[in-house]
DNA sequence: GTGAAAGCGCTAACAT
DNA sequence: ATGTTAGCGCTTTCAC
């Protein structure tokens, strides 16, 4: 059907070592005769079969990425960066969705560790050592440090702590904060770095605990904030932060008059927001993009140190911050 | 390193062909030495290689997608689909977007080809005979019909058709309509049932063009309507129904009272907006699974007759329309 | 710079 | 039901 380097190689009058080196960038092949066999090749429709290259060299060129759900606008963006720096490195991408559920994961990895040359995780949802430890392939994560991984991450903390800054600048001294999911490294990070900032500051932090990262965790998240003494309300992420703004809205509370919310990601939902959201601007494009490069250089070299990555946040102030209402 | 089928047999005193059988379902292998087999396998880590498999049967068990905007909900929904039912088949699914360039579909294809058993083209901005004709390869396009293609669709002029009704039983005869990117094919379809529909009902269509089916299209959608008598603007989809809606509150005009707005998917983020969106809700992830389902078809009988599958679409009402306001 | 030949790990006839 | 054998299409020594 498909012609073989060995109909190429016929055609063109040389040997198939020959068509594999015109075809190979490094192969050492005179132009004269490298430019015959692409022609040749070109005229029958010839690509090498990538099944046969990958049975011989062990590369596929191509690289998997495995987030907890595509459908959340934060990793669509992730896989998006990945895809674009892929698409350069001309290697295709094999994406996998969890779900939000830690316990596919470990099939996830399991199913694409032999179809590709590394992987990408991102925001795992599973503890790391839940994770098939005989795999064999170059992982990179993405929003998750561990001792030897190699890792993209953002700083978190930095971002929150402004957050709340802000929001102690504006005279709020009683502060809300819905986390996320318990096996979130991001979210430990967050509420770690308030716990610190608010005590430092004098703030009075309450924490709501840990609510799913959904309209509906958000639309939970405001009824337990009303509860509380809190004038403004820091989420788990933008998802979050606009469910609770609806409920807020159904409840009567003015935002941000009543209540000042901020999210976290700067997603594009954060603009649709109306009033449009305040948070916590997280490089999502670039996370993807960085953990492409740091997996190229773990497959150049994989016995190099792992490398840990941190990208910076800022706090993007837009409309559902303000001072609180005199009482 | 990893071991081999060879391996596998020497352990289990067995030749390479019963391993192989007793890996492949269909294999005629008695129960008691299938059981030897996979014992001795998962003790050495022994996993058949898909590189070599593929190379003899020609089949690599993986599908490829290709979309316009993977950071749109609707197209992220999409690939859920395909997702979860391609997880059942136990195939990898390799994802190519195409950041709206109809340019880039043509490459994404050819790349995909080598790499998997069939191809699943959502919403293609491409001419269908500007694509590359010799892929020789199974295609099932989302989203566009054509001659001898096998395709999954929605009957988005009923969809549309419901909401001019519904519009016109609410008292608007003046209604706006902002279309989408020219070579969008379901766009074709909304444009040509409001038209036909809008004859049938007396309503007075204003067609503002097609618009970029983002928030900045939006934007500039609202103006458009502003400067029409309309009184009600249905949108190409939820992304452009919102941008207006923002400029609309940005302009003062009110909606529902001043100006009734109806979307078109029924994303998540027709839900968001405040007040919510109604809007045209077209299955997303069914969408995606028929197609799998469709390719699985495809795949087993290449001579098949094309199915043309089309899906279910219904208004749905929320807060976004109401009567027009009398003047 | 180019060709000949030896496999990469597996499956699919064909035997038995 | 199981073993033997011949490749799938390519890359990579090793000669020349």
């Given at each position: 059907m498909t012609s073989t380097s060995r109909d190429v190689a016929r055609a063109a009058g040389v040997s198939v070592a020959t068509v594999s080196r015109a075809f190979s960038e490094a192969g050492a092949v005179s132009d004269s005769t490298r430019r015959k066999v692409l022609t040749e090749a070109r005229r029958l429709g010839y690509s090498p079969n990538p099944a046969a290259r990958r049975l011989i060299t062990g590369r596929s060129g191509n690289i998997g990425i495995i987030v907890p759900d595509l459908a959340n606008p934060f990793f669509a963006d992730i896989i998006k960066g990945v895809q674009r720096r892929a698409r350069e490195g001309r290697q295709a991408i094999l994406v996998a969705d969890t779900d939000e559920q830690a316990r596919l994961e470990g099939d996830a990895l399991r199913s694409l560790a032999r179809q590709v040359d590394g992987i990408i995780l991102a925001s795992p949802r599973s503890a790391i050592e839940d994770?098939?430890?005989?795999?064999?392939?170059?992982?990179?994560?993405?929003?998750?440090?561990?001792?030897?991984?190699?890792?993209?991450?953002?700083?978190?903390?930095?971002?929150?702590?402004?957050?709340?800054?802000?929001?102690?600048?504006?005279?709020?001294?009683?502060?809300?904060?819905?986390g996320g999911p318990h096996l979130s490294w991001s979210g430990g990070m967050r509420t770690e770095s308030l716990r610190t900032c608010a005590a430092e500051l004098g703030v009075h932090l309450y924490e709501l605990g840990s609510v799913a990262p959904t309209i509906d965790g958000g639309l939970a998240a405001a009824d337990l904030a009303l509860a509380t003494p809190a004038t403004a309300l820091i989420a788990y992420n933008d998802v979050v932060a606009l469910g609770a703004m609806r409920r807020f809205g159904a409840r009567g509370v003015d935002v941000p008059g009543g209540m000042s919310v901020v999210g976290c990601d700067n997603t594009m939902l954060s603009q649709l927001a109306v009033p449009s959201l305040t948070t916590v601007d997280v490089p999502r494009f670039e996370a993807g993009e960085a953990a492409v490069a740091l997996l190229d250089r773990y497959l150049a070299d994989a016995d190099a140190e792992p490398i840990e990555q941190v990208l910076a946040t800022a706090l993007v102030i837009r409309g559902t911050t303000a001072p609180p209402r005199q009482t």
């Open positions: 994770l098939p430890g005989d795999l064999n392939i170059p992982i990179v994560l993405i929003h998750r440090q561990a001792p030897g991984w190699w890792s993209v991450t953002a700083d978190f903390a930095e971002g929150v702590r402004q957050a709340l800054v802000n929001l102690r600048a504006l005279g709020h001294d009683h502060v809300a904060y819905a």
